[in-house]
Every structure is written in C-alpha cells, then in structure tokens.
C-alpha cells in the first residue's frame, strides 16, 4: 500500500468551474502537507502549504487537513485555462533534517477548457 | 534571481553506460534533495545534502548511484552502469535552512534519463 494515494486523473472542467482535489495518507507521522502544481516540463512548483490539521486561503485556492480522516484537499475556485497542470500532493514529518524529505501522491492531470 | 538549474535536460544512453547528471541550487541555498519519477509512478526522495555532507540518502536505489556535493555547492548524480530500470525523470530541489517546517523546497526543470 503506498503512503499516499491521490486519483490520477485526468480531470476535465469547463472554465470556471470548482475543482476538486483530493489524497489520503496512512502515515500518522505526517505533519506538513503540500499542494505542488507542474506544468509540461517544468518541475513541481509550491502552491500551498499547510501545517497539521485546518484550511488555508490564498486566493483562488484553498487547502484543507484533516489528520483525523488522514485526508487532504485542494480547492480551486473559478478555475482558468492557466490552471491546466498536474497538481501533486505531498507530505513530511518533523523534526531535523526532514522536512524537505517529501512523499509525493502520484498527480492529477487537471484540464480547464475555455 | 536564478532558479534552480539542472543538465542536461534530456540524455539518451545505452545500458550499461555511465551518465552524470548535475544541479545548480539557489546561490546560498544549504539544502539540496534529490528526487526521481520513473515512468507512471510518483516522484521519490533520492537523498538531501545539507552543504556537502550527506544527511539522508535513505532513497537511493542501490550502489550503482552515487551523489557528490564537493565543496557544498553544486551537486552531480552519477549513474553507473545504468540499467533499463534507472529511466525516468530525476529532479533536484534547494531550500534554505530554517530548522522549522516551513521549508520551501524550489525545483529544477528535472533530466530525462532514457536507457535503452
């Protein structure tokens, strides 16, 4: 069983539309989640960042935690065709040098079509 | 302000071969990870280095790959001898020192490494 599952995909949504993104985990020790977008290419690039359980605004996009459920989520609001990339879930615990030691969810491949 | 740097961006070798890869962190940047993402799988820790010492290389696959960090500022990847299973994506990542974990991990544009 991997440590964190995330629905590849893809998703398709018409330009505008709330999106819905989603991973679970089974590693209780996690404490810092991440949403990372990656565009063709490119390499994965910070969009939110969350510490232990809770949300997190910043702008159209929104993060949620919730450690009970080992469950995270990516909001985004009025999605842009700019916003078509992989988004990837990631994940670290504490303490030293690991925090940058992420595990990555495998990536959605989401498409906004105008 | 530069980015983090990686070359080359595509390479194409025969298995058996020797490949090194190279990155470029963020000038002053202490921290520099290495990460892989074979085909159809999710991107995997490889190794961090905090300046040139080896902190954590509990991600590297076997004794075929080995990782330098001379002199705490750019890192090589070597790949020797490769074999089919080492093709992939490898991405390399630098951040800051915070002793927090609020740490910003910025990364390269990642090497193609195809071994035929």
């Known amino acids: 069983q991997k440590e964190v599952e995330q629905d590849p995909g893809p998703l398709s949504v018409p330009e505008g539309a709330i999106v819905s993104l989603n991973c679970t985990y089974s590693?209780?020790?996690?404490?810092?989640f991440m949403w990372y977008r990656q565009y063709s290419r490119k390499g994965p690039e910070l969009l939110m960042y969350?510490?232990?359980?809770g949300n997190k605004e910043d702008g159209r996009f929104t993060a949620q935690v919730d450690k009970s459920s080992k469950y995270i989520s990516l909001f985004i609001r009025d999605s842009q065709p700019s916003d078509s990339a992989t988004y990837l879930c990631?994940?670290?615990?504490?303490?030293?040098?690991?925090?940058?030691?992420?595990?990555f969810g495998q990536g959605t491949i989401l498409t906004v079509h105008p | 302000e530069a980015g983090v740097t990686q070359f080359p961006s595509h390479s194409v070798i025969e298995k058996g071969q020797t490949v090194t890869l190279r990155c470029d962190p963020i000038?002053?940047?202490?921290?520099l990870y290495w990460y892989r993402r074979v085909m159809g799988k999710e991107i995997k820790f490889l190794l961090h280095?905090?300046?040139?010492?080896?902190?954590?290389e509990s991600g590297m696959p076997n004794n075929r790959f080995l990782a330098e960090r001379t002199g705490g500022t750019y890192s090589t990847l070597k790949v020797q001898p490769a074999e089919l299973e080492d093709s992939g994506v490898y991405f390399c990542?630098?951040?800051?020192?915070?002793?927090?974990?609020?740490?910003?991990?910025?990364f390269g544009s990642g090497t193609q490494l195809s071994v035929l």
């Open positions: 969350t510490y232990s359980s």
């Open positions: 590693n209780s020790a996690f404490q810092y």
């Open positions: 990631a994940m670290s615990g504490t303490g030293g040098t690991s925090y940058g030691k992420l595990t």
């Open positions: 000038s002053g940047h202490d921290n």
């Open positions: 280095f905090v300046k040139e010492s080896k902190q954590d």
């Open positions: 990542a630098s951040s800051q020192r915070t002793g927090t974990g609020n740490e910003k991990l910025f």
